[in-house]
């Protein structure tokens, strides 16, 4: 057995093909993944791989990532892993060395690691929690598009048709752009809305390298929705193993989204079109904690999808500074 920590060592081929095969692989685990993080200011990616009998039995990406907050900078360090380790099923011993050595390779760079959950990881917990990760619950909201587009409407709560009904009043145009080209629009909502509720959110060098190297496989997307020709809501997603993950949506501060119920109709089409493209799922990208009232996710919940709790696990490096860390990032919002 093999544990390989440079990227360059392994064939990018055999890992995309890994990913793919492998019933939890996912686009968050992939090498252009990698290669965004990469290219990204601010951003530092981790890999872990398992060579056995020259063929990849594991992968390990992680992300470590920082706010531009001047001196507090320091207190924002932390590593994100969507998706991950993907491993050999039938060979859990991988887990204990993935990771084994993620831990050697993170150790005082991060406040703290935060794994994702993309599926129920209850038999791998004892190994987690060896390694310090400690499961933490936390919600998601997957909408099955193979159904008919008459059962996805039943699926509806009764306050979501009614709103749809009412935009459909309006003029709304909803389109898919050239990525390229609607990405400046994106991000201008996207700025102006996380200004607005004092939050960090990327780069535009980051949705940059996504549009740039996810568009040649064509597993990016915008989705808009327009009044005239004023973009209202802007949606950026990414498309993988038939399954359109929703990862980042902008939009105005204008009551006339609110009032005339446009972002029920904007997630209804947006299921539609992935229903009549032939993906099969679309996932939120996260519902919140589940002992905490989450006004978003009564909304995501409304269009009829299933509501699971995959948890994630959570490992705390230096307990001191992720204290400081709340306080900086609670002085930095202050600030703002």
Known sequence: MKVISNPN????????????????????????????????????????????????????????????????????????????????????????????????????????????????????????????FIFEDHLNIINDLTISNEDQWSNLSR?????????????????????????????????????????????????????????????VIIFNLKNKDEVLISFLGLLHKKTIFGVWVAHTDDDFVKTTKAMDLFFWEIMNWGSLNGYEKFDWMGAGKPDKDYGVRDFKLQFGGELLNLGRFEKVHSRLLFKLGKVGLKIWQKLK
């Open 9 to 132: 060592q392994i064939d990018r081929k055999e890992w995309s093909d890994f990913i793919a095969n492998h019933p939890n692989g996912n686009i968050f685990q992939t090498p252009e993944m990698f290669d965004v993080y990469k290219d990204t200011c601010n951003f530092e990616p981790i890999f872990v791989s398992i060579i056995e009998d020259n063929k990849i039995e594991a992968i390990l990406l992680a992300v470590i990532q920082k706010e531009n907050y001047g001196t507090l900078s320091f207190l924002t360090a932390r590593a994100i892993i969507n998706g991950g380790p993907i491993f050999n099923i039938d060979k859990p011993n991988l887990l204990d060395s993935i990771l084994n050595e993620y831990n050697k390779l993170i150790k005082n760079k991060v406040i703290y690691s935060q794994i994702r959950n993309f599926w129920i990881c209850k038999e791998e917990e004892a190994t987690f929690k060896k390694y310090g």
């Open 159 to 219: 306050k979501r048709r009614r709103g749809i009904v009412k935009a459909k009043e309006h003029e709304f145009v909803i389109e898919t752009p050239n990525v390229n080209l609607a990405l400046s629009k994106f991000f201008e909502l996207l700025t102006n809305l996380y200004s607005r509720v004092k939050l960090p959110f990327p780069s535009l060098q980051y949705f940059e390298n996504v549009v740039n190297i996810f568009d040649q496989t064509s597993q």
